[in-house]
C-alpha cells in the first residue's frame, strides 16, 4: 500500500514539512505532478530547505526519491537542486521517470508572453512554463525525459512548438534565443540528469512487491486542480488525490491513508475567487506573521479565515482520511478568530461550492482566541480555547485531525 499527502487548500499548505516529519516511517517517497512552481519549505535545525522538484524525503538518508511521469521537469532547475545535494549523493536514490515531461526554455517564454497578452484577465501564473509543457503532453508533441537520450531526434521534434513561440514573440516585439542555443543548453544539462532517469513504473511496482513503504507527495493545492478547483485560475494539472494514480502508475486499490494538509487560515497566490480573503489589517497581519511569501516566487500571498466549506469539499474529492492542520501558532494572539461555516449565494444560505463561485460571500461562526501555541509538542499543553478551535474545525470538516503544526520548525508539532 502506498500512502498519499495532498493540499486541500490552494497550496502552499505546508506539504513538505509533513511529508518530511513522516518520510522517516517510509522507503520511497514519490513527487506524482506539478512542476518547479511549487515549493516546499523545510526548516531543520533553524536551517530553511528549499525543494521544487526533489521529493521531501530526499533530507532522510534511507529513503528513495522518485519524480514520477506526472510531473513535468524543468531541466535547469532540477540540476540546481541536485547540486545541492551532490549528484554522487543522490545516485541510488534519485529515479526521475522517463515519461516525465520536459520544460523547456520556450515553454516559460510561451508562458509570460501569453500572460502579458492577457493584461487584467490574467491568471496570475508563476511563469514557469508549466502551463505550456502540460498542453504539449495533451497535444501529443511533448519531449519526454527518456528523449533526451537521442538528441539527434530532438531538434527536429521541437521544431513545431518554436514555430509558434517566434510568431507570437515577433508579434509582440521580443526577441527570443534561437533553437540550437536551446537545444545546446539542453544537451549539456542533460549528461547530469540521465544517469537517475529509469522506468519509475516499474521501479515502484518491484518496490511494491518487496513490500516495501511508499509515500506519495503532491504539489500545489485541491482548490487549484484543473478539473474541480476554481477554473480557470487553477494550475495544469489534477492537483488532488486521482492525480497520484496517473502520475505514478500505482493503482487505486493501493492508495491507504490519505493525509490532506490545510492550514490553520487561509491563503491564495495569484488572481481567482477568495471568499475569506481579509483585505485589512487582519489580512496583512497574517501574512507577516506567517511569512506569507511564495518559495518559488517571492510574491505575497492574499491571506483570509479558515473555509470550512472549501475544506469538506476538498476531503471529499480526496478521501481524506485524516487531516494534518498547519500554522496553527500565527494565530496566537489574535483576541477572535473566525471560520467560513457556510456561503451566501444569490439570497441563499449554501453549504457547497456552486459553479458560480466568484459570487458567493462568506458566512462566519467566531471563536475566542489564544495566548501562544508556539512550539508546543502536546495536545495537552494547547491552551484550551486552540483545543475548542480545533474540535470545531473537525466537526465542521467532518475528519480526524492527526497533525497539528505549531511552528516552521520540523520537531514542532502534535501527531
Wanted: charged letters at 25%; aromatic letters at 8%; hydrophobic letters at 35%.
Amino acid at each position: 500500500m502506498a500512502d498519499l499527502v495532498v493540499g486541500l487548500q490552494w497550496g502552499d499548505e505546508g506539504k513538505g514539512k509533513v511529508v518530511d516529519l513522516l518520510a522517516k516511517h517510509y522507503d520511497i517517497v514519490v513527487r506524482y505532478q506539478g512542476g518547479h512552481n511549487a515549493g516546499h519549505t523545510i526548516v531543520v535545525d533553524g536551517k530553511k530547505i528549499a525543494l521544487h522538484l526533489l521529493p521531501s524525503g530526499v533530507l532522510y538518508p534511507h529513503c528513495q526519491n522518485v519524480i514520477g511521469n506526472g510531473v513535468v521537469i524543468e531541466p535547469h532547475s532540477l540540476m540546481r537542486e541536485i547540486e545541492q545535494f551532490g549528484a554522487d549523493s543522490l545516485k541510488g536514490r534519485l529515479f526521475i521517470s522517463d515519461r516525465a515531461h520536459v520544460i523547456l526554455p520556450l515553454h516559460a517564454r510561451l508562458d509570460v508572453l501569453r500572460e502579458k497578452l492577457k493584461g487584467k484577465e490574467a491568471i496570475g501564473t508563476t511563469g514557469k512554463g508549466i502551463g505550456p509543457s502540460y498542453a504539449d503532453k495533451v497535444s501529443r508533441i511533448g519531449v519526454r525525459m527518456g528523449e533526451l537520450k537521442d538528441f539527434s531526434q530532438l531538434k527536429n521534434k521541437m521544431q513545431f512548438a518554436y514555430k509558434e513561440l517566434q510568431i507570437l514573440a515577433q508579434a509582440m516585439g521580443e526577441e527570443i534565443e534561437s533553437l540550437d542555443e536551446v537545444v545546446g543548453s539542453l544537451y549539456e544539462v542533460s549528461q547530469t540528469l540521465l544517469p537517475f532517469v529509469c522506468d519509475s513504473v516499474h521501479f515502484l511496482w518491484e518496490a511494491q512487491n518487496q513490500k516495501k513503504k511508499i509515500l506519495l507527495e503532491g504539489a500545489q493545492g485541491s482548490m487549484l486542480d484543473l478539473d474541480h478547483g476554481t477554473y480557470p485560475f487553477v494550475t495544469s494539472s489534477t492537483t488532488i488525490s486521482a492525480g497520484a494514480c496517473s502520475g505514478t502508475g500505482i493503482n487505486v486499490r493501493e492508495i491507504g491513508e490519505v493525509i490532506g494538509i490545510a492550514k490553520a487560515y487561509c491563503t491564495r497566490v495569484g488572481n481567482g475567487p477568495f471568499p475569506s480573503e481579509e483585505f485589512g489589517d487582519v489580512g496583512t497581519l497574517i501574512q507577516n506573521k506567517g511569512g506569507e511569501f511564495g518559495t518559488t516566487t517571492g510574491r505575497s500571498r492574499r491571506c483570509g479565515w479558515f473555509d470550512a466549506v472549501a475544506l469538506r469539499y476538498a476531503c471529499k474529492l480526496n478521501g481524506c482520511t485524516q487531516i494534518a492542520l498547519m500554522k496553527l501558532d500565527v494565530l496566537d494572539g489574535f483576541e477572535e478568530i473566525k471560520v467560513c461555516t457556510h456561503y451566501e449565494y444569490r439570497g441563499e444560505k449554501i453549504d457547497y461550492i456552486p459553479y458560480d463561485y466568484q459570487e458567493v460571500k462568506p458566512i462566519y461562526q467566531s471563536f475566542k482566541g489564544w495566548s501562544q501555541t508556539y512550539g508546543v509538542r502536546s495536545r495537552d499543553a494547547l491552551p484550551q480555547e486552540a483545543k475548542d478551535y480545533i474540535e470545531a474545525l473537525e466537526h465542521l470538516v467532518g475528519v480526524r485531525i492527526s497533525i497539528i503544526s505549531t511552528s516552521p520548525d520540523r520537531e514542532d508539532a502534535i501527531l
